[in-house]
């Protein structure tokens, strides 16, 4: 299962900033237990997923790429 499941673009409250933006919004699901966690907001998902020094992973630029085609 994914991790990250795009909603898509709305202006709404992220769950893990608790900032109010308009944004791509991701439902977050755990990785062990698989349960949903929350909606969060592009920049967290970004996060969670590569760190805070996301543009040296690799697999960013893919994931990018992936959810502006969705």
Known sequence: MNRMRLI??????????CKHE??????????????????ICFK?????????KYNYNRRYESWLKEVEKE
Do not use: N, P
Not at 8 to 17: A, P
Not at 22 to 39: H, N
Not at 44 to 52: I, M, Q, T, V, Y
């Open 44 to 52: 967290c998902a970004r996060r969670e997923l590569f760190g805070s």
């Open 8 to 17: 898509g673009q709305k202006y709404k409250k992220c769950e893990c900033c």
């Open 22 to 39: 308009y944004a791509y919004y991701f439902e977050w699901y755990s990785i062990v237990t698989e349960d949903y966690l929350g909606t």
